[in-house]
């Protein structure tokens, strides 16, 4: 069974960092394109960044602060954001595809809060 486990938010004032997990079961992170996604409140769910198996492409938003790293050994993705900024607030997600559609099932994410 194919299963990511997110975990690593918290709450954070802005400037600070935080490195969030995906962990996978049922599958190896490094043969799939995985995608990093957030939703905040009261908006929609929106990609952050998807990893292949040539690079990572990430969101404007975040470039330059976000990065992703992957332990093939532990078969864990790592989403490391720095310089966090309040708009950043949102629970994160990781999906193994960068193009989830409407009937995808969503983990239960983590939760980033980022304040002033």
């Known amino acids: 069974q194919v299963k990511v486990v997110e975990s690593g938010g918290g709450l954070v004032q802005a400037g600070g960092s935080l490195r969030l997990s995906c962990a996978a079961s049922g599958f190896t992170l490094d043969s799939w394109n995985i995608g990093w996604f957030r939703q905040a409140p009261g908006k929609e769910r929106e990609g952050v960044t998807c990893?292949?198996?040539?690079?990572?492409a990430y969101v404007g938003a975040v470039r330059g602060r976000f990065t992703v790293s992957l332990d093939s050994a532990e078969n864990i993705m790592y989403l490391q954001m720095n310089n966090l900024r309040p708009e950043d607030t949102a629970v994160y997600f990781c999906?193994?595809?960068?193009?989830?559609?409407?009937?995808?099932?969503w983990g239960q994410g983590t939760q980033v809060t980022v304040s002033l």
């Open positions: 990893t292949t198996s040539t690079s990572t």
């Open positions: 999906a193994p595809t960068c193009t989830p559609g409407p009937e995808f099932h």
